[in-house]
């Protein structure tokens, strides 16, 4: 049980993924993506080797579709996987397996997919992709937690008895460069989403102070004063 | 400020990383482990292009002294980083630039190094290394932890007055595939060295049931099932 949207954002190029699931440390297996070659996740139960196999083959060259068809060719057991495939350009294929347990299923549009197994049913995905949507104008990562959340507040994960948590949750972009431009993940909460959610807006205050500081290091106040900067304009805010 | 290991088990090969810092998030900063090849991480003022730069360098056949004159040579601030590499046979290259700030070395001890800056001296690295080095025979994942909380317990960062938090501290280990093995991470939080360890500890009960589902998808319980068995042998 998991619930995810990947996405190629139209405006940047970016590639990136929001998850949220049962599952601790989900974030382990977010490693599909790659600047300018592309997204790739697999879920369910999951074959570790796709995400990597799946980079390689778009890196190469071959169309979305034709990816997901080697990994489904390419595995005896692709019935149990939930798998998306989104190129540089945008284009993509999707697939939930008929052995996903519960209610499985995918919705997709501009560059992006949304998907999620043993879910409360359509309305998790589709509320994911309506909230991807709704927020357009917004950067690539606040649009893939806008997306979680939406999921999150559609019903989620549903377990034998019921509702389950988010238990980690991660936000994945990357750029035109070999590392990520964000990559921040929650591995064990009960409310993982809410959690990330926080880190996150935590974490963007002090994102151009890191990219800076590694960039320009002379120039570079000490983070200790920097934080102290941070707590004196939060004081005046108040 | 920061502290790391950087390390190999000979036993199995198996290559890893275990960091922890007052800055927020250092596991998303951490791109340099690759199963086969090595580890290299730039950590104080970090120059983030010199981690899969230096994993591409090993893989085509540089040893970790030729890759770390090549990064001295290709950037205009070296002096202001530190960095640790280790190839798969275990040689060894570090760097500790003169404008990292506070007191900052590295060390190293049989299959890893320890590195650090903004401590409030080097026996936080001896004390990663003693951590490290305690129990050989143990997984490479536990050796990370127990040199990180060995740092940590040594006094960590900050000077002797002023010590300074562990905000987020992460692990990562691989073996020969290409991806992770172990992955563990904790972003944002007021003491993330013990709470890591909460997250390994729990990871560590899931490892094998998210591996066998995986491969053997028919046999799988679902994982609330799974849950509620943990649940059960922990009151046991």
Redesign the interface.
Known sequence: ?TFTLLARCPRTGQVGIGIAT????V???C?GLRGNVGATMTQA?????N??LGLRLLAKGFTPAHVLGELQANDP?HE?RQIAVIDRNGRLAAYSGP?N?GWAGHVSGEGYVAMGNMLAGPPVVEAMARAYEASAPLSLERRLLAAIEGGRDAGGQV???GH?PERSAAV?VYGD????E???????HDTAVEALR??FE??EL?RGY?RE??R???A?I???EFVAQLQASREAAQ | ?TFSLIGRCARTGRLGLGITT????V???C?GVAANVGVCKTQ??????N???GIKLMAEGYLPARVMAMFAANDT?HD?RQIAIMDREGRIAAHTGG?C?GWAGHKDGADCVAFGNGLVGPQVLDGMLQGFLARPDDALEHRLMRAIEGGRDAGGQGTPD?H?PERSAAIKVVDR????E???????HPTAVAELR??LE??KL?EAF?RG??????K?I????FAKQLEARRRA
Not at chain 2, 22 to 25: T, V
Not at chain 2, 177 to 180: F, G, N
Not at chain 2, 213 to 218: E, I, K, L, M, V
């Open positions: 049980m049962y599952s601790i440390c974030g382990l297996y490693n139960f999951v074959n570790q080797g995400n990597p057991h149990y052995k347990r377990g034998n008895d389950v994945i460069y070999d590392h990520a964000l990559d921040l993940r929650v591995d064990l926080r880190a935590e974490y002090y890191y500081r590694g320009n290091p002379r570079a000490p983070q200790y | 400020m007052f800055s927020l998030a596991g998303g900063r791109e104080a003022f970090p120059n983030r292009t981690d899969p730069l601030e202001f404008g700030r002023a300074r595939l290409d991806y992770p172990v992955d563990v991470r904790v972003d944002v909460r997250v729990e990871f899931y998210y589902r995986g491969q053997d998808p028919g799988a679902p994982q609330d099932e």
